[in-house]
């Protein structure tokens, strides 16, 4: 025993001691909440107050589930096998196939993953002739999900209008074709398992005498209807080990409800509210700028998290010319530290949109960091992109025919599988493109088919005389990608990200504009065309391979890095402009966001905020973020803005002469009519992209990506044999 509570602080020890009764641990970033969770579960155990069958564990991730598990395996002499550790949505599945015929549900029932109940939402519509147009599907689903987590069914949602109505209808019709084809989404599992325990008193009554404890981990993050079903069973008098952090509650948008914490504090825990202040992750000076940050909230638990660990390093403040400053900065320091001996794996980027990775993953790429997007894809990866690319890849060559199928019925033209079979089918008869098939197309397929080559054909003309970035952004109104995703009620993120397709177009090319001929080879589409499918192909880091991790501040919770940079800190984007638009509620829910981000840091943090950002392939001036503003100066070391410099080819920057050529610049003309960005070709090493360049003249060199095992190659011009392709 005295083994088993030897490493715990006397915080942690008064919670893991305390007797079976309802209480709520108040546990902040990295104050060892695991820790906490499975030595209670052990201390009960070996103490002889419960036994393996009487304990309920609830966690929100396979892997917080799987931990758990482990560590209780390797602590306890018992069989732990028939305890209950999961999930709320794996304990309601196991739940349900033990009492399938009391749910009403087949013995073999399946679960609908959220790809699963899309496709369904989309032959429901198509069977009652519904417009998905005026009802997008997606749109449909959160609609669905979101009355489920509040514990409605169709017949008790309420409906203000007519639009809402029509909802509602089609919400009881998806209910009905689920019930006949005997299926669940992950909504309906919780849903279906709290009505059962509701409605059927014996059942209620045997699960409330068999679990007498109920320990429940990240208790922030719980809705509306997962906190009902734990107050369910615990009616019978078992206790309830809540443990959470209000401070990180950061998933509003899904539905969490940060209230639950206060409202478990007022009608069960009393006075037994544990805070775990004692942070075993982060130097002082980064404790101390989450402390000021989060006390500009209101309503909190209240903590304040200190450690024995010294007050580290001071906070590094960026404040860049631009948000390509700002990534040469970032991905500079970056290489500095891997120099030092810093794990690229210990290095984490951090961003508010997911629109912000690509000006990151396009310097990280040009100066050889291998990275990986964590929990989500890299830029020229994302679906709506490759949309895109898809539409131009047409304007330039129409015989594409993979272009052509990904985007010949998306956005929806009426355009099914079988008039497609049938077109593939001329284009093999006639050895033609689909492109050119499609003239031979009759009926009503020929007619929709058709429509869709007159929008390319119309394109083309429109395009012919524009800049590059002006060319995106017509295809996008026109072909009718913004106006799909703006009906979505999740394609706010995604319009982002065409919006910095724009962006990244507008930095390609050169201040006097590249006039783009679509039949040429060598213009700034074909040009850019190359350069994202480089980008898009080559050089995230392989499997295995340590790699400099990028994600949102929403997809690093739970994680912890030796350094982190936290980039875009500037009004409108970290705030948020569309949370600060929700008023006080929205913003404190966005301070919650950046104390989760200042909190992933170990030793060293980076805050890097732009003076100037591209929007819309225009550049936007900035307001630096009021976040930065709320931490004590004295935390802070700014380093300003670095001197007027040029790269060098081993990194860095060296002060004194003219600035590295970059896309985007009056600088990057080079001998032989190449330019930055330019697709080339050499004689030995094939295909590639020029990325940098340095010196003049003869003495030009430029860095070429060709990517593959090639990868960067610094070459004299003098004796380079580059072609233009």
């Not at 196939?97 to 009391?102: K, P, Q, S």
């Not at 493109?433 to 020929?446: F, H, W």
């Not at 395009?463 to 026109?478: A, F, G, Q, S, T």
């Not at 009718?480 to 995703?485: A, P």
Request: glycine letters at 8%.
């Amino acid at each position: 025993m005295s083994d088993l509570l030897a490493h715990l602080n006397p915080p942690q020890l008064q919670a893991v001691t305390l007797p079976p009764v309802h209480a709520l641990i108040l546990a902040g970033a990295g104050s060892g909440k695991t820790r906490v969770l499975t030595t209670r579960i052990a201390w009960l155990l070996s103490t002889n107050q419960m036994s393996p069958h009487a304990v309920l564990a609830v966690t929100f991730t396979n892997k917080a589930a799987k931990e758990m598990s482990a560590r209780l395996a390797a602590t306890v002499p018992f069989n732990i096998r028939s305890m209950w550790i999961g999930t709320f949505h794996g304990l309601c599945n196991r739940m349900l196939r033990a009492h399938f015929r009391e749910a009403g549900l087949p013995q073999t029932f399946q679960i609908l993953d959220s790809g699963d109940q899309l496709a369904m939402v989309k032959r429901l519509l198509k069977n009652l002739n519904v417009d998905d147009e005026k009802y997008p599907p997606r749109e449909l689903c959160h609609f669905f999900n979101a009355h489920k987590e509040q514990g409605v069914r169709a017949a008790q949602a309420e409906a203000y209008d007519s639009y809402t109505q029509k909802r509602v209808e089609l919400y009881a019709e998806y209910e009905a074709q689920c019930n006949r084809e005997g299926v669940c989404d992950f909504a309906e599992l919780l849903l279906r398992c709290y009505e059962l325990l509701s409605r059927n008193e014996p059942l209620r009554q045997h699960y409330q005498a068999r679990f007498r404890t109920i320990l429940v981990d990240e208790f922030q993050d719980t809705n509306r209807l997962q906190y009902a079903w734990l107050q369910l069973l615990a009616g019978g008098g078992a206790s309830i080990f809540a443990v959470g952090d209000d401070d990180q509650s950061i998933y509003r948008f899904r539905g969490a409800e940060v209230g639950n914490m206060r409202e478990f504090e007022r009608n069960y825990a009393g006075a037994n509210v544990i805070r775990l202040e004692q942070n075993y992750r982060s130097h002082g000076n980064i404790l101390a700028a989450a402390n000021a940050l989060i006390k500009n909230n209101s309503d909190r638990l209240g903590k304040n998290l200190w450690t024995d660990a010294g007050d580290g390093e001071p906070i590094r403040v960026y404040d860049g010319y631009s948000d390509l400053d700002e990534a040469r900065f970032v991905v500079d320091e970056v290489r500095e530290l891997i120099r030092d001996g810093v794990s690229p794996l210990q290095i984490a980027l951090l961003y508010r949109s997911n629109a912000q990775s690509r000006v990151l993953e396009h310097e990280l790429f040009t100066r050889a960091v291998p990275y990986k997007v964590y929990g989500g894809l890299r830029f020229f990866e994302r679906q709506e992109i490759k949309h895109a690319l898809a539409y131009l890849r047409l304007l330039g060559n129409p015989d594409d025919d993979t272009a052509f199928l990904r985007v010949v019925n998306f956005p929806t033209r009426g355009i099914g599988a079988r008039s497609l079979e049938s077109l593939q089918g001329l284009a093999h008869q006639f050895n033609s493109s689909l492109y050119n098939a499609a003239a031979s197309l009759s009926g009503k397929a020929g007619q929709a088919v058709g429509a869709f080559i007159r929008l390319i054909e119309g394109l083309r003309q429109e395009c012919e005389k524009l800049p590059l970035p002006e060319i995106i952004e017509h295809v996008l109104d026109r072909s009718g990608l913004k106006q799909h995703y703006q009906s979505e009620k999740d394609g706010q993120e995604r319009l982002e990200n065409l919006d910095e397709l724009i962006n990244a177009a507008a930095t390609f090319i050169d201040d006097d504009g590249v006039v783009m001929s679509v039949e040429g080879e060598g213009g700034a589409l074909a040009s850019f065309l190359a350069h994202a499918s480089l980008e898009a192909g080559e050089h995230q880091a392989g499997e295995g391979q340590e790699a400099v991790q990028l994600m949102t501040v929403h997809a690093a919770k739970g994680l912890e890095f030796d350094a982190v940079f936290i980039t875009g800190l500037e009004q409108g984007l970290f705030p948020h402009e569309n949370a600060v638009s929700e008023g006080e509620a929205g913003l404190q829910e966005e301070r919650r966001l950046m104390y989760v981000a200042v909190t992933r840091a170990r030793k060293r943090l980076y805050l890097c905020h732009a003076q100037s950002r591209m929007l819309h392939g225009q550049t936007r001036y900035c307001t630096v973020s009021s976040f930065l503003e709320e931490i004590p100066q004295e935390l802070l070391r700014h380093l300003g803005q670095r001197p007027t410099g040029r790269a060098v080819p081993g990194g860095g920057w060296s002060a004194g002469s003219s600035a590295r050529s970059t896309a985007g610049s009056t600088e990057n003309a080079l001998p032989n009519g190449l330019r930055i960005g330019q697709s080339v070709e050499h004689a030995k090493f094939g295909a590639g992209v020029i990325v940098a360049s340095e010196g003049r003249g003869a003495d030009a060199r430029v860095q070429v990506n060709f990517g593959g095992a090639t990868g960067m190659k610094w070459l004299a011009l003098e004796y380079a044999k580059l072609t233009p392709i």
